[in-house]
């Protein structure tokens, strides 16, 4: 397509400070951003969005390859930078809002897929995932650089120490496919620690179904709340001795050793408990 000239970005960070409270790591290596777009494989028949677009390291190749893109980005001197960018301005539809409380279900159109991607501030990331969880279902898929250890929680198994409440609710709801590591060299400023980029496909029929999501994100929060004790203990609020027995589960188990099938079983037990 060709509406800009790469040589002619305005992704040097030049006079402007990156700010920490915003997580402002911006990406400054070209063959990583390559490899990310590439993978993204944006395109017209989906409606994209991209979560903290910065100075515009994805947001540009991504708009030499499509129409228009929605951007989320909570910094005002960022969202104004993209407003008066020279080659994409007119491509973009900028929300300056906070994506922890953004509503992304205004964005989806019927009959095209919704597709999201960004380099997300590592402060917020775990929340902004679980946000996004929420709204599985309309998400085609979602490519993330995040830090590496969040993404090793996402793709942890059981029995290991990364296995926790993260990992348990985003592969009930999605597919995770890392798919590249980055070093902090790759980033103005260099974060302290190595990153990571994730492709999430939300599941269009889950594998396993809890009749109340929310009853199971309780209780995979209250086991891993204490997740050094055995699931007699942390478990206690919603299962008593025969409640186990029945299940066919060892109460000394901890909230680690679970998988995502036996806690969508535990919730579905108790749900139709309940109900009786
Ligand atoms: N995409 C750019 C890049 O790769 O160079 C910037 C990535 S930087 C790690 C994170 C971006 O998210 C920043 O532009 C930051 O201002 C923005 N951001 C931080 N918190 C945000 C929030 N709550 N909602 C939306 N954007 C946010």
Same mark, same amino acid.
């Given at each position: 397509m060709g509406r800009y000239k790469p040589k002619q970005n305005l992704r040097t960070t030049g006079n402007y400070h990156a700010k920490k409270q915003f997580g402002q790591n911006f990406?400054? +290596?070209?063959?990583?951003?390559?490899?990310?777009?590439?993978? @993204?494989?944006? *395109?017209?028949?989906?409606?994209?969005?991209?979560?903290?677009?910065?100075?515009?390291?994805?947001?540009?190749?991504?708009?030499?390859?499509?129409?228009?893109?929605?951007?989320?980005?909570?910094?005002? +001197?960022?969202?104004?930078?993209?407003?008066?960018?020279?080659? @994409?301005?007119? *491509?973009?539809?900028?929300?300056?809002?906070?994506?922890?409380?953004?509503?992304?279900s205004k964005l989806k159109e019927e009959n095209k897929p919704l597709r999201i991607y960004g380099n997300l501030p590592y402060n917020i990331s775990t929340p902004l995932l679980f946000h996004l969880l929420s709204f599985g279902s309309m998400i085609q898929d979602m490519h993330f650089m995040l830090q590496k250890e969040v993404v090793d929680r996402l793709i942890a198994a059981p029995n290991t120490k990364d296995y926790g409440k993260l990992t348990i609710m985003g592969q009930y709801y999605c597919r995770m496919m890392p798919f590249l590591e980055v070093p902090p060299s790759s980033f103005t400023p260099s974060p302290k620690v190595d990153s990571a980029v994730i492709k999430i496909i939300p599941y269009d029929k889950k594998p396993y179904t809890a009749e109340n999501e929310k009853l199971m994100n309780r209780i995979v929060a209250a086991s891993f709340n204490q997740r050094?004790?055995?699931?007699?203990?942390?478990?206690?609020?919603?299962?008593?001795?025969?409640?186990?027995?029945?299940?066919?589960?060892?109460?000394?188990?901890?909230?680690?050793?679970?998988?995502?099938?036996?806690?969508?079983?535990?919730?579905?037990?108790?749900?139709?408990?309940?109900?009786?």
């Open positions: 990406l400054c +290596d070209e063959n990583i951003i390559s490899t990310i777009v590439n993978t @993204i494989s944006p *395109q017209d028949s989906a409606t994209m969005v991209e979560i903290g677009p910065g100075l515009g390291a994805l947001t540009e190749p991504v708009c030499e390859r499509i129409k228009h893109l929605n951007v989320i980005e909570i910094d005002r +001197d960022l969202a104004d930078r993209l407003r008066h960018h020279p080659f @994409i301005r007119e *491509q973009l539809t900028i929300y300056e809002e906070d994506a922890l409380n953004f509503d992304f050094r004790k055995t699931i007699a203990n942390s478990m206690s609020e919603f299962l008593n001795a025969d409640d186990f027995n029945a299940l066919g589960l060892d109460p000394k188990l901890r909230a680690e050793n679970i998988t995502v099938e036996q806690y969508v079983r535990i919730a579905n037990y108790i749900s139709q408990r309940e109900e009786q």
